[in-house]
């Protein structure tokens, strides 16, 4: 089969973008300006490199300078979606966060994101998943004592991974077939690790609750970890491994709904933020683990709606703790509705579209998932239902404690959404509104690499009964 | 213009209103009270137009129903969301009462919360929420039903809270909220459960005929799970059976809410349902044994609690939960045009109610008044027919409200949150590094960059 390269070099423009990025934020006394241009010409590079894709159809294309990446109908439409989480993300940092060490350290790990989606061979993926980590290890955001378990659990996930490629003796990223059962079970445990699935969740919920919150919406809305999975489905399986993604089906479940129980015993947002998105994304495992077309286009599209929704939800928790000290750990609810109404009608909408209300993207991601999860197996499918209902009471929670309520006598005056916040969060809403009302385009978009692992599972089910 | 047009034009118009509003308050803007009543009530009157002339269509073309197909809302491999409405005998004048309920509660409104900081957020509700209804009322499958009915739950619990600095109107929009989440998860399972076992979601892919005279067109035990899950869900919605407790609880909103709301046509959601699904239930003893059941025990709780209520609208509500029980018991017995007749006056008379509650002890007093003070209080009757002990027991059990609210605490939250904290135990505690900053309530917050 003939290599295929993209027109222009996308990737390597995006990628040396960011990597520019880094460095004249890391020098320039206003960081915040050249990590947006930064971040602004990343996107349209990969948003390039993702309509090539889309346009033509099918495989991998590679970067015409650096043949070490490409880019496929699985990865491409990620890239322009984080990418453009990452402009959002900058421009919606408050000033405290905006320093040159911490828009260097988020442009590192988009950098990592999108290397590692970009990556043809394991050697580059690898990198981009010791990179996104980099950040936090070396303190980029401040030091970090209390989050030693949220960074041990990251270090370990790469650990997990390293030692799955040394196993594995493979060279191309999807070509997993010659594995065992230790590649796999590492590779889950990577996947473990990295995603937060119970009983390893405690790690994301730590570095939600005292780490920095917009590298770490940043970190975890890679979904590195569901990408190492739709890779690994979209290669033929032997039949240890189909075992291995079983157990992490069942895991995922499990966490989704664990996770979800345990949220109702807390209080603090920044916890509670946690555990719907740690919950929540269980769903994108799930779905992806169902092995059927609508569990996995469900996921793949719950993956664009969660990352969306999430980033939105964590910026406006962050920005309003800037606001308001308090909101760390509020004794009663915090009653900001009054004073920023418009940010809570943006963190209303961003949360709905997380749990799933009809019109918003994520209800249409769902809805396969639940289709998907119950064709295999009704219990898991009603299992899943349980917990969309059980975050959705969480959320209005959240809701309530950060917007609702009576307004605490100490906090006078604070501003509503500023217009450099406005755009980017109705941009956000825009995205799932109108995503949810014509899901139709976002499955179009997702809809080869759909194919590409059904075709996969089929090659893998009929070589079954011959072994 | 053909029917075809005037009944996806119907349901979109308020639903594009409300994305048009809202937008431009994102983006900064700002509407006057003026201009949103003006703007609301050329949308109900056009609205109301649009429901006359298709009654008017239809009962000169003599047509029983009228289906639209607009296709599938996403398609992936052999599922697919389908998107049609359904405009029948039954739907009719259901859309019918909302668009003219909503206009009255819209004109209502405008008086009513006029300088309230929440005015536009009500009207912006409203309008969503007439959306969702005609949803609901038109939707031609499960599917689409469930997206109208998940509208109308989040709008009604966002005005439930809308006095948002008070804590109790934010305390009982969660439990309302929770208990309508719970409620729905029979839905959706019913809904998937229905794809899953029969393939289809549709009312035309379920029934065959025109409803009353419609027939269910499969069989078995899925029949009786799914019909069971409706009934269910349907319960919740109305607050009846074990979702009984949230009524009273939505009366925190304010009063043209709780009027549209629930005297006139959220909480007779689940009758609809239950009048579109029934020759389901009537396939299954078992389901229409427990809609009757459901119905006429809560009917039986409603009025007793009725009685002995202090407040005006906690004591409408529980009548309007008595009576929707009637209506569902009048489902079971499969008295339809009875129901139907029952549900389109009962909604009428209680936002009538409704509205005047405020006003309800002058209102008492006038017609006290013109009865030259002879006016007597009435129902001591039947219960005059029982033993005391009986009496003084179903007193004590109503004033307590039939300790719902404490079994719901005590068997369902209380076992709940203990697991929820046992579930603490994966999570490691390290010791701290350096002790927290306790959450000051002294600290004066200031404007921030």
């Excluded at chain 1, 590492?186 to 005292?210: D, N, T, W, Y």
Aim: hydrophobic residues 55%.
């Amino acid at each position: 089969m003939p290599v295929e390269y993209l027109t222009l070099p996308y990737l390597t423009t995006g990628l040396v973008c960011l990597l520019g990025g880094v460095v004249s934020s890391w020098r320039s006394g206003q960081p915040r300006k050249p990590a947006a241009l930064a971040a602004a010409i990343a996107f349209v590079s990969f948003l390039g490199a993702a309509r090539e894709v889309i346009a033509v159809g099918h495989g991998r294309l590679f970067d015409p300078l650096l043949p070490c990446f490409d880019a496929d109908a699985l990865d491409a439409v990620p890239m322009a979606f984080y990418a453009a989480l990452t402009l959002m993300v900058v421009e919606l940092a408050p000033k405290r966060d905006a320093g040159h060490r911490a828009m260097a350290g988020m442009l590192i790990i988009s950098l990592a994101t999108q290397i590692a989606y970009a990556a043809a061979g394991w050697t580059t993926l690898l990198s981009g998943w010791w990179l996104s980590c980099l950040p936090f290890v070396l303190g980029m955001f401040g030091v970090q004592h209390s989050t030693k378990l949220a960074i041990g659990l990251l270090l370990a996930s790469c650990l997990a991974l390293t030692a799955a490629v040394a196993v594995m003796h493979a060279e191309t990223v999807g070509n997993l077939s010659h594995g065992g059962s230790l590649t796999f079970g590492l590779i889950i445990l990577a996947v473990m690790c990295r995603k937060g699935v119970f009983p390893l969740h405690s790690g994301v919920v730590q570095a939600f609750e005292k780490g920095p919150l917009l590298p770490v919406a940043l970190l975890f809305n890679g979904h590195l970890g569901v990408l190492l999975v739709a890779h690994s489905e979209a290669s033929v399986l032997p039949q240890s491994a189909r075992q291995a993604f079983d157990i992490l089906s069942v895991l995922a479940v499990v966490s989704a709904c664990i996770i979800s129980i345990r949220a109702f015993a807390e209080t603090k947002p920044r916890r509670l933020l946690a555990f719907l998105y740690v919950s929540q994304a269980s769903f994108i495992l799930a779905g992806i683990a169902a092995a059927n077309i609508a569990g996995i286009t469900g996921a793949l599209v719950h993956w664009l709606a969660l990352s969306a929704a999430s980033t939105g939800l964590i910026c406006i928790v962050r920005v309003l703790e800037v606001r308001v000290s308090s909101s760390e750990n509020p004794l009663v609810h915090l009653g900001l509705a009054v004073k920023a109404p418009r940010l809570a009608t943006f963190f209303l909408i961003c949360g709905l579209a997380l749990i799933g209300l009809p019109g918003t993207l994520s209800y249409c991601g769902e809805e396969l998932i639940f289709h998907g999860t119950l064709a295999n197996h009704p219990a898991v499918g009603i299992t899943l239902l349980v917990t969309s209902a059980f975050n959705a009471i969480n959320l209005i929670r959240l809701y309530g404690i950060l917007f609702l309520g009576v307004l605490p006598k100490h906090v006078i005056d604070i501003p509503d959404a500023l217009p450099r916040e406005r755009w980017p969060l109705t941009a956000c809403v825009v995205f799932l509104v109108l995503g949810g009302l014509f899901p139709g385009i976002i499955i179009g978009w997702r809809a080869e690499t759909v194919q590409a692992i059904e075709k996969a599972l089929g090659v893998a089910a009929a070589a079954m009964p011959q072994r | 213009m053909p029917l075809q047009t005037l009944i996806p034009l119907l349901i979109a118009t308020p639903g594009v209103l409300f994305l048009m509003l809202g937008t431009i308050w994102l983006l900064g803007g700002h509407v006057s009270e003026r201009a949103i009543s003006r703007i609301s009530k050329v949308i109900h009157v056009f609205l109301a137009l649009l429901v006359a002339i298709m009654g008017r269509e239809m009962w000169q073309r003599n047509m029983a129903s009228m289906n639209v197909a607009l296709g599938d809302w996403f398609t992936v491999a052999e599922y697919g969301f389908p998107l049609s409405l359904l405009i029948d005998k039954l739907s009719l004048p259901l859309v019918g009462m909302t668009v003219v309920l909503a206009g009255i509660v819209g004109s209502f409104s405008v008086r009513y919360l006029h300088r309230d900081p929440g005015f536009f957020r009500f009207f912006l509700l409203l309008h969503l929420f007439t959306f969702g209804a005609l949803l609901v009322f038109t939707a031609g499958s499960l599917d689409l039903l469930v997206v109208g009915w998940e509208i109308v739950g989040i709008t009604s619990v966002l005005l439930i809270g809308f006095f948002q600095y008070r804590p109790d109107p934010v305390r009982n929009a969660l439990r309302v909220f929770a208990t309508y989440r719970l409620a729905d998860l029979f839905m959706l399972t019913a809904v998937f459960l229905s794809h899953h076992w029969f393939g289809t979601a549709s009312w035309a892919g379920m029934f065959s005929g025109d409803w009353p005279s419609s027939a269910y067109k499969f069989d078995g035990a899925a029949a009786t799970v799914i019909a069971v899950l409706l009934a269910f869900a349907a319960s919740g919605k109305s607050s009846q059976g074990p979702f009984c407790g949230w009524l009273p609880r939505a009366m925190e909103g304010p009063t043209p809410s709780s009027a549209v709301f629930y005297g006139a046509i959220s909480v007779h959601a689940g009758a609809y349902l239950l009048l579109r699904v029934e020759p389901l239930l009537h396939h299954s003893v078992i389901a229409t044994s427990l809609v009757i059941f459901i119905g006429l025990t809560t009917a039986f709780l409603g009025t007793l609690i009725h009685r002995t209520s202090a407040d005006a609208k906690a004591s409408l509500a529980y009548a309007a939960q008595t009576q929707i029980g009637l209506i569902f018991a009048e489902i079971g017995f499969g008295w339809t045009t009875l129901a139907v007749i029952h549900l389109v006056g009962h909604a009428m008379l209680r936002t009538l109610q409704f509205l005047r509650a405020p006003s309800m002890l002058r209102d008492y007093h006038r017609v006290h008044a013109a009865a030259g003070g002879k006016l007597s209080p009435t129902g001591s009757h039947y219960e005059s027919l029982l033993p005391s002990a009986v009496q003084i027991w179903l007193y004590r059990w109503a004033l307590g409200r039939g300790f719902y609210d404490s079994i719901v605490e005590r068997w369902v939250m209380a076992p709940v949150l203990t697991l929820a904290r046992w579930l603490a135990i994966f999570e490691p505690k390290f010791p701290r590094q350096q002790p927290e900053a306790e959450p000051s309530a002294k600290v004066v917050e200031t404007p921030v960059s």
